[in-house]
């Protein structure tokens, strides 16, 4: 026992054993060295999986601002605030891999693949509100002398 079943005896008794893991290689007999950090098949799908992500997260945030725009609701524009923050972590995850494959020779445009989003108009215009309130408070947009 030992290499050939990749275990190895306990050092408390001979009976025990301590299975290790074993490594990782292709169907090809080729080390995998991380998960997929060097190979573009798998970054590749990754991204296919976060473009999609995205573009469904844009749909649901367009959703949830016509819904809001008619009629407040606490819950919604928590799940819009959240989507947006998605969204903006997403894209640059997406960025960041489709460069990581553009080092492998794998040339991806997100430009053409992830749908054209400007933010929420819900969230501009509570963002408008808040700063024209600071305004208020504060007595007008400075101090003239």
Request: cysteine-free; overall charge negative.
């Amino acid at each position: 026992r030992g290499a050939a079943d990749n275990t190895t005896p306990s050092s408390s008794s001979s009976r025990h054993y301590v299975v290790k893991a074993a490594p990782r290689v292709t169907a090809s007999g080729n080390p995998i060295l991380s998960d997929d950090d060097e190979q573009p098949i798998l970054m590749e799908a990754k991204l296919r999986e976060i473009i999609t992500s995205v573009n469904h997260l844009i749909i649901s945030n367009q959703e949830l601002d016509t819904a809001l725009l008619d009629d407040h609701d606490d819950d919604l524009l928590d799940a819009l605030k959240e989507n947006e923050d998605l969204i903006h972590r997403k894209i640059f995850e997406a960025t960041s891999l489709a460069a990581k494959l553009n080092k492998h020779g794998v040339h991806i445009s997100l430009a053409d693949k992830i749908t054209q989003y400007d933010g929420s108009l819900v969230l501009k215009k509570i963002e408008e509100e808040k700063k024209k309130d600071q305004t208020e408070k504060n007595g007008g947009d400075g101090i003239y002398l």
